[in-house]
């Protein structure tokens, strides 16, 4: 059992019992981790309100090295989530965050960039921003951290690179953009517009070009359907968010 510090977002809380919840936290420096915080419900409890979803803190915990779950012993509140003042889809979106996070991610397997652009995301969310592109953006990101980005601009069946004109095919199971030829025979395959290719490749390149990016309708919604329909396949569901975020294909 050891003693660590990180920064932390609260992704979920349950109670546990009468004082206690039990805290999901992805943290910058452990990745996900699970914690009981003893007393947590108390009106003047030992976290204040370093609690709730989607705060960031600074937490102590003790790391217990076997099944068990760790115990949170200090949370100090850095910032609150505050969207739910601006908007309901900056909140839904902000949910959004903490359900990818708590699903592509698997306990204590530290992601530190990854918290970064989550961090980064929600301060974004906490403004006035777009939220689509904002999201797509996070949703990029998370994909390329946890080693699930589709290829977009080769094959994956052969590797070589194709043309960015008229209609591509994208290969929902085998994970990316393939050429006639690695089509053939390929299962859960969709013909995409060369825009909505050109858009993942451009909200998932490392530079910030993405912000330049104008989506119009069209575009978004033929994109969210591509992608709403590889994030179902990766989880094994539909994420939950998705009913309450319509606003990303409009
Ligand atoms: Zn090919």
């Excluded at 003790?62 to 910032?79: G, I, N």
């Excluded at 995301?121 to 797509?136: G, P, Q, Y």
């Excluded at 094959?155 to 070589?160: D, K, L, P, R, W």
Aim: proline fraction near 3%.
């Amino acid at each position: 059992m050891s003693t660590e510090k990180s920064l932390a977002i609260v992704l979920r809380l349950v109670e546990f019992s009468e004082t206690s919840v039990i805290a999901t936290l992805f943290t910058e420096d452990f990745g996900k981790i699970s914690a009981l915080a003893k007393g947590a419900r108390r009106p003047k409890g030992p976290f204040e309100a370093a609690l709730d979803l989607l705060a960031v803190c600074r937490i102590v915990f003790l790391h217990k090295s076997s099944d068990a779950l760790d115990l949170l012993t200090e949370a100090k509140l850095e910032r609150r989530f505050r969207a739910a003042t601006r908007n309901l889809s900056h909140l839904y979106a902000g949910y959004y965050v903490a359900e990818l996070l708590q699903d592509l991610t698997d306990d204590g397997d530290p992601h530190p960039q990854l918290f970064q652009a989550a961090n980064q995301t929600l301060i974004e969310l906490d403004d006035a921003c777009d939220v689509a592109t904002t999201v797509l953006r996070f949703e990029m990101i998370a994909l390329h951290e946890v080693g699930h980005l589709p290829s977009f601009d080769r094959c994956v069946g052969c590797g070589n690179e194709l043309s960015m004109e008229g209609r591509i095919a994208f290969g929902q199971l085998a994970g990316g953009v393939l050429c006639p030829q690695c089509r053939v025979g390929q299962r859960q395959v969709v013909s995409v517009s060369a825009g909505v290719i050109r858009a993942f490749r451009c909200f998932s390149d490392p530079n910030d070009s993405w912000r330049r990016m104008e989506l119009d309708r069209g575009l978004r919604g033929e994109l969210r359907g591509v992608l709403n329909h590889y994030l179902a396949n990766l989880l094994g569901r539909k994420p939950r968010m998705h009913r309450y975020l319509g606003v990303l294909a409009e």
